[in-house]
């Protein structure tokens, strides 16, 4: 074969770019798999104290990785919550706030960003995300479906020369709790959280909950087995989270940690230090700008998060001092009319303000509808007979204007101290800043609340 000079020139460009993006650059930039749950109260995974289930393939991460004591979500509910994760944007600035919504026209994604770094993106399983000119993945499987891994092996086998990201994106334990084996546990024997009402009602719902539970945590398992047997974990960041809570109450559709707090695991063998855990507080509005740093991209200012890689790599141990919260009640399934609720938190203290105070919330449980049928009733016959419980059936649907906890003496949200003068200082302090984040958001409160269902994909598109 005979090569010109400029032809020679152009073969050695196209190789030394070739290896640069591909080859030199390939050490520098890891393999990424973002495993998530649907539904799943981050005390309910034994890594993270729980004393009912035992997942012990989701605990190996922890214990060959980093475990967070502190990551949390913008919104309890799972549209909001995916299409966070993959902007890097806060929901109300996205557009993407209330449940089965859409971003903003012109609105770019982890897509568009590890794209430009080299990579291939691909997500499989759950979606619930809109429109797909913002989120253009490589889809592996049917919308709807639980992640195909038979088509996840072919495309992470495709070209092993070329990093990639995998978003794995389970349905469990998402209700109806029909997964699993609920028969390993007793339902006299288990211990409630106490925000439950005990009654052998919620005994009976909650086991098949755990059950399913176990079920997901043998799918991670899988889902490990295969970059093992591919030979690609060692140069994988793999991440695992439990997105926002359960639909038991004060969890999923609530600002309680139980609602917006996430387990986050992560392990990259030779760069997270093994069994570490941090208390740095994080959010998955920084997941975004975190891939985009390991894939060894520019920040990108328009972005509401920020890279926690410090983290990651041992070099820091904080990362922010507060993080916010936004719940839509408008639109959710025999929700209320409008609840609008907003949260802000600290290391120390959670601040909540509930603008639509003086209404009743309510969701599919106190409806009573399919699933949960007979399940509030019993709830609220133990009401009529037991202190406890009559706390909790008003704490949860009738709520004052503010509430402020002590996450450290009260981690389950149960006394609000904001009629204790001593505390009247630290609620205003986050209220002003909980307002300026809305301000800077361009939420409005109660009128972005009732303009819900104008972003709503049932209703929009």
Not at 33 to 50: E, K, M
Not at 75 to 102: D, E, W
Not at 184 to 197: A, E, N, R, S, T
Not at 249 to 267: I, S
């Amino acid at each position: 074969m005979n090569l010109n000079k400029t032809s020679l020139v152009l073969l050695l460009v196209n190789v030394l770019t070739w290896n640069f993006v591909f080859g030199q650059d390939k050490e520098s930039k890891p393999n990424i798999v973002f495993i998530i749950a649907d539904d799943l109260t981050f005390r309910d995974i034994s890594c993270y104290g729980s004393e009912n289930v035992k997942t012990s393939n989701i605990d190996a991460i922890a214990s060959e990785g980093m475990q967070f004591t502190r990551c949390f979500q913008a919104a309890p509910m799972c549209s909001p919550t995916r299409h966070n994760i993959y902007t890097g944007l806060y929901p109300v600035k996205s557009g993407a706030y209330p449940q089965a919504t859409f971003v903003n026209k012109g609105t770019k994604s982890i897509v568009h960003y590890l794209e430009n770094e080299g990579y291939r993106v691909a997500l499989t399983g759950k979606r619930h995300i809109a429109p797909v000119e913002s989120f253009p993945f490589e889809y592996l499987g049917e919308n709807g479906t639980d992640p195909d891994l038979g088509l996840l092996e072919k495309f992470i086998s495709r070209n092993q020369d070329q990093p990639f990201c995998a978003f794995v994106c389970f349905k469990e334990p998402h209700t109806p709790w029909n997964l699993g084996d609920p028969s390993i546990y007793d339902p006299d024997k288990i211990v409630l959280p106490p925000y439950l009402v005990d009654t052998k009602k919620t005994r009976e719902t909650i086991i098949n909950y755990y059950a399913e539970i176990n079920h997901l945590d043998n799918s991670v398992g899988e889902v490990r087995g295969l970059l093992d047997k591919l030979g690609v974990a060692d140069n994988t960041v793999l991440i695992f989270t439990s997105e926002q809570g359960n639909a038991l109450p004060f969890a999923k559709w609530t600002c309680y940690d139980n609602g917006l707090q996430t387990a986050f695991l992560a392990r990259w063998p030779g760069k997270i230090k093994a069994g570490s855990i941090s208390n740095a507080m994080i959010e998955y509005v920084d997941v975004t700008p975190t891939f985009i740093d390991l894939a060894g991209g520019k920040p990108v200012e328009s972005l509401d998060g920020e890279s926690f890689l410090p983290v990651l790599l041992g070099e820091k141990d904080q990362h922010k001092k507060y993080v916010y919260g936004i719940q839509t009640t408008r639109g959710i399934r025999n929700g209320s009319e409008h609840y609008a609720i907003r949260s802000i938190r600290s290391e120390k203290f959670k601040y909540i303000l509930n603008l639509n105070y003086d209404s009743k919330f309510q969701n599919n449980i106190t409806e009573q509808k399919a699933d949960w049928t007979h399940f509030w009733l019993t709830w609220e016959v133990k009401a009529n007979i037991d202190e406890n419980a009559r706390m909790l059936v008003n704490k949860f649907q009738y709520r004052p204007e503010e509430e402020l906890y002590n996450i450290e003496d009260d981690p389950y949200e149960l006394n609000n101290l904001i009629t204790e003068k001593q505390y009247r200082p630290v609620a205003d302090q986050m209220k002003t800043l909980l307002l300026k984040w809305m301000d800077d958001q361009g939420d409005k409160g109660k009128e972005t609340e009732m303009e819900a269902f104008e972003h709503q994909t049932k209703r929009k598109m």
